[in-house]
Structures are given as C-alpha cells and as structure tokens.
C-alpha cells in the first residue's frame, strides 16, 4: 500500500490497491475513491484520504488496517453497509494489524477500543 502525509487529513492513497474480504454485499458499494464487488473484493482508489488510527499511533503495521477500516466506516455512516458487516470491518482490521505484525497486547488493546466506539458511536 502506498501512501502520502497530508495536513488535514493525515495520509492520501497514492496508488490503488486491493484486498480479498468476507464482507460480501448483496450489490456492489462504489464511491469516488473505494469499490466493495459481492465477492468480497475491496478497492481503495489513488486519492482515498483517512486519519490513521484513531486513539492510537500511527506505526507502519496498523496504517493498512485502519485504512481498510475507515473505508468501512465511510459506508457505514452513509448507509452503504450493515450492522453485520461493520462488525466484519473491525474483524478484518484485527486479522490485518496482527498480520501486519502487530503484538498480541497492542492489537488486543486496539481492538478492544475499536469495539467500544463501535457501541458508544452506533449502538452495535
């Protein structure tokens, strides 16, 4: 993944990248800079801007992570995904910082924070 620092928003896709998910959606989601097809395929376009790791920060093995997710959140807070799925979304970002090569006790602290803001933000 390849990206740029920014002011304002902190990092900018700089090439389009892709990755293979479990979230599936009945229809394709497609904005100006991501596309989810059904079978799970994420796209993030050149130009997709997002804040890093909120509450955390931000090391080379949880920027591909909190992307991916603020994508996610995206959707989510314009309607484009489920509950279900944005409970997915968390899932994935966990699987990525720990394959990013994350510790066990930060991801698990991580991902503990996340699922909290998750309830307090959208009671899911």
């Excluded at 990013?100 to 009671?123: C, E, F, H, P, Q």
Aim: charged fraction near 30%; glycine fraction near 8%; hydrophobic fraction near 35%.
């Amino acid at each position: 993944m390849e990206y740029e620092s920014l002011k304002g928003w902190k990092y900018r896709i700089t090439k389009k990248f892709s990755l293979r998910t479990n979230v599936k959606p009945a229809k394709a989601i497609r904005t100006n800079f991501s596309t989810l097809n059904t079978a799970g395929r994420l796209y993030i376009h050149k130009g997709f801007c997002w804040d890093g790791a909120s509450g955390a920060r931000d090391t080379k093995n949880i920027m591909r992570g909190s992307c991916i997710h603020d994508c996610f959140c995206n959707w989510y807070s314009k309607g484009l995904i489920t509950d279900e799925m944005r409970g997915q979304a968390d899932d994935l970002f966990y699987k990525l910082i720990k394959k990013d090569g994350m510790s066990d006790l930060r991801a698990g602290y991580i991902i503990k924070a996340v699922k909290a803001n998750t309830k307090i933000r959208y009671g899911i």
